[in-house]
């Protein structure tokens, strides 16, 4: 699975547009993207994925470079309640150890009022 | 109904006993995990169950023995408890060889060894 690189920390303020950055540079054309966030003293959560395509869901949108090199996952209206910790993680489409997640430090995200 | 629910949440203990952490989850899913989560906040996968068969082992301790009677159960049983083993465990749960990998977390066990 391909390494990972984010921010370690951002701010955004409340009700404004939240864009987390990660870089894979060395991703191969098998493998998504993934994001989850881990809200303090709660278990992960998974967010989005995405492997070539754009992608939306009900709670973000996942922005993925044409050459797939980086992606950005965006909060539209960040809410104190999405101050969190996010992680971005790349896996194989073919992996034979499901569920064996690498989790980085991912960025924490906090929302100011 | 909470999906992954795993008991107790909070454990404290002395070094040298026995404790287990209980997980069950009623999404239907056949794999379930274990995760540990270390002072530092890495996270970082212990064991996976699938259908009551062990599929990942990563290298933990053999004090530490995951126990599955079913699939919508998976215990986490440890021996001989070290300073160490204080962490925060999460159980998890996801559909087997299903992309994308959706694992659903339960809320944590705060393991306190003293």
């Known amino acids: 699975d391909a390494k990972t690189t984010q921010p370690p920390s951002m701010d955004c303020a409340e009700g404004r547009a939240a864009n987390l950055p990660c870089n894979h540079s060395t991703i191969s054309g098998n493998e998504y993207v993934y994001w989850y966030r881990q809200i303090h003293s709660q278990g992960p959560q998974y967010i989005i994925h995405g492997l070539k395509n754009n992608e939306t869901n009900e709670m973000a949108s996942l922005i993925i470079t044409e050459d797939r090199k980086s992606s950005t996952l965006i909060l539209p209206h960040a809410t104190l309640r999405d101050t969190a910790v996010y992680y971005c993680i790349v896996r194989s489409t073919g992996t034979s150890n499901t569920g064996k997640l690498i989790f980085g430090q991912g960025t924490t995200l906090q929302v100011k009022p | 109904d909470t999906a992954v629910s795993q008991t107790p949440k909070y454990l404290v203990t002395q070094m040298g006993n026995d404790k287990s952490i209980k997980c069950e989850q009623n999404?239907?899913?056949?794999?379930m995990y274990w995760y540990k989560q270390d002072s530092k906040k890495f996270l970082k996968i212990m064991f996976s169950?699938?259908?009551?068969?062990?599929?990942i082992n990563e290298t933990v301790p053999n004090r530490f023995s995951p126990k599955s009677p079913d699939k919508a159960h998976l215990n986490l049983h440890i021996n001989s408890l070290e300073l160490g083993d204080s962490a925060v465990y999460f159980c998890?749960?996801?559909?087997?060889?299903?992309?994308?990998?959706?694992?659903?977390f339960g809320s944590g066990t705060q393991l306190s060894v003293l």
């Open positions: 169950y699938n259908n009551k068969e062990l599929i």
């Open positions: 999404l239907g899913h056949d794999t």
């Open positions: 998890a749960s996801s559909l087997r060889d299903r992309v994308p990998e959706k694992l659903f």
